[in-house]
């Protein structure tokens, strides 16, 4: 099949799929003489691995690495060091998916720890908008003036001499 059945078999582009042979990602395919690409039902299968890799949250460099245990055209070809399928292969996988939870896990904790800030900053401006809409000390004052009776702003003089803008 052509670059643009396979794309539509995918649900990707035509500009992926060579973005993919770039990256390293699926094996630079052979031509026909007229020098169009042509691939086989194994590259619909490796793109449909991207694609759910990436979902997952897996780097180019990761997929990479999954897809050249067991692919001879992926990761600049080669001989694979697995069987497809092999006991091997799936332990290596695996273990790469494991690596993957534990950052995500990281990930979850870290910004766990970002919400509780963020959640402590929001509570003590709440309070402080509280306290300002009752009156209170020195919140209920704008930017370090007193606040004035029936809770109006005068504007500040111009003292130095000199009409400003606004006196003109």
């Known amino acids: 099949m052509r670059i643009g059945q396979l794309a539509c078999a995918c649900g990707v582009s035509v500009e992926t799929i060579r973005y993919y042979e770039r990256r390293g990602l699926l094996r630079r395919p052979p031509r026909t003489p007229a020098g169009y690409r042509t691939y086989d039902p194994a590259d619909i299968e490796a793109i449909a691995t991207i694609r759910v890799g990436r979902r997952l949250g897996f780097t180019l460099a990761e997929i990479r690495r999954a897809l050249a245990l067991y692919d001879e055209g992926a990761a600049g070809g080669g001989r694979p060091p697995h069987a ?24 979850i904790a870290r910004r766990a720890k970002l919400r509780a800030e963020l959640a402590e900053v929001i509570g003590s401006l709440r309070s402080a908008q509280r306290a300002r809409a009752a009156g209170d000390g020195p919140a209920a004052a704008p930017r370090g003036r007193r606040a004035e009776p029936g809770g109006s702003r005068r504007r500040a003089r111009n003292t130095a001499g000199v009409p400003s803008r606004r006196e003109k």
């Open 84 to 107: 497809r399928g092999s006991q091997s292969c799936l332990e290596e996988v695996l273990a790469i998916a494991g690596r993957k939870l534990e950052e995500m896990d990281a990930e």
